[in-house]
Structures are given as C-alpha cells and as structure tokens.
C-alpha cells in the first residue's frame, strides 16, 4: 500500500508518518511497511533538502552554514515511537520536536537527547547536539515560519 502520497516536503512526510504512527503503532508488521516507505522517501526528499542548503549556504560564512540533511541520521521516527504515550503537548515544528507541559517526563526526554528551551517553556529534539542559539523568535513566529503539525494534546486528568 502507498502510504506517503500526498507528501510534498520533508515537514510533510513527517506530519503524514505521526498520523500513522498515532494510528498503527501496536500493529509491528503494518509499521515496519510504513517505516520502510517513510525511510525511501526521507531520503529522496534529503537529496532535493541539500540541494536548498547547498544554495542557502553559499551566501553564509562558513560558521553560520546550515549542516546537510542526512536521512540515514534521521532518528525522528523512533523517537516519536518512544514518546507519542507520554501525555503531555507534542509539535513538530519545522524538523525540531517540541514537547510542552511535560515536567513528569524531564528525565526520560533527557536521556533521549531532548534539551530545555526555558525561554520557550519546552523540550526540544533536532537530533544533533544543543547549539547556543539566541533566538528572540516567540514560539507563534517560529511555528509560522517553519510550519508545525500538532502530534498530541496533552489529556486533562
């Protein structure tokens, strides 16, 4: 089955593969198939990605250029896995997961490479290490720039 279809963007593959993910999660077999078409398809649109950061960067200097989309480093999908039964706000803004209203959780998003953004109340994963990034930006001015798909709201007790 064609999982992916409407997929135009990366942002958009990921959004279409957490609907799944939401969906399918306690059928193995059926995720293996959706995670094998996600994979195919990050890394067709990881190609055309570089080619608009190779452009982006070549007006940059070199400490401030953007690093390459490698799908293969992509661990988005499994930590997704790993976190959509924790109940707390999840967004994915842009290629960056958000996790909001998630203190009970602090622990467990550390060890998975989350870190804490305490201008924006949030834990973050952009699958690489922290940068120092000063950004001004307010989280509504992020998510319009980048785009955001809500995963989950968080479950009032």
Same mark, same amino acid.
């Given at each position: 089955?064609?999982?992916?279809?409407?997929?135009?963007?990366?942002?958009?593959?990921?959004?279409?593969?957490?609907?799944?993910?939401?969906?399918? !999660?306690?059928?193995?077999?059926?995720?293996?198939?959706?995670?094998?078409?996600? +994979?195919?398809?990050?890394? #067709?649109?990881?190609? +055309?990605?570089?080619?608009?950061?190779?452009? +982006?960067? #070549?007006?940059?200097?070199?400490?401030?250029?953007?690093? *390459?989309?490698?799908?293969?480093?992509?661990?988005?999908?499994?930590?997704?896995?790993?976190?959509?039964?924790?109940?707390?706000?999840?967004?994915?803004?842009?290629?960056?997961?958000?996790?909001?209203?998630?203190?009970?959780?602090? +622990?467990?998003?550390?060890?998975?490479?989350?870190?804490?953004?305490?201008?924006?109340?949030?834990?973050?994963?952009?699958?690489?290490?922290?940068?120092?990034?000063?950004?001004?930006?307010?989280?509504?001015?992020?998510?319009? !720039?980048?785009?955001?798909?809500?995963? *989950?709201?968080?479950?009032?007790?």
């Amino acid at each position: 089955m064609e999982w992916f279809g409407s997929a135009e963007s990366i942002e958009q593959l990921k959004g279409e593969y957490l609907t799944y993910a939401k969906k399918w !999660k306690n059928d193995a077999d059926l995720m293996a198939e959706i995670r094998e078409q996600y +994979e195919n398809l990050l890394a #067709q649109f990881g190609v +055309e990605l570089n080619k608009k950061i190779e452009q +982006e960067n #070549q007006s940059l200097p070199e400490d401030r250029q953007k690093e *390459k989309f490698e799908a293969s480093s992509d661990k988005f999908a499994d930590i997704l896995l790993k976190i959509i039964d924790f109940n707390m706000r999840i967004e994915v803004i842009g290629q960056w997961i958000w996790c909001f209203d998630s203190y009970e959780y602090k +622990e467990q998003l550390k060890e998975l490479g989350f870190w804490y953004s305490a201008s924006k109340k949030a834990w973050v994963y952009s699958g690489s290490a922290k940068k120092k990034v000063r950004s001004r930006n307010k989280m509504n001015d992020i998510r319009r !720039k980048w785009g955001t798909e809500i995963v *989950k709201e968080k479950e009032e007790a």
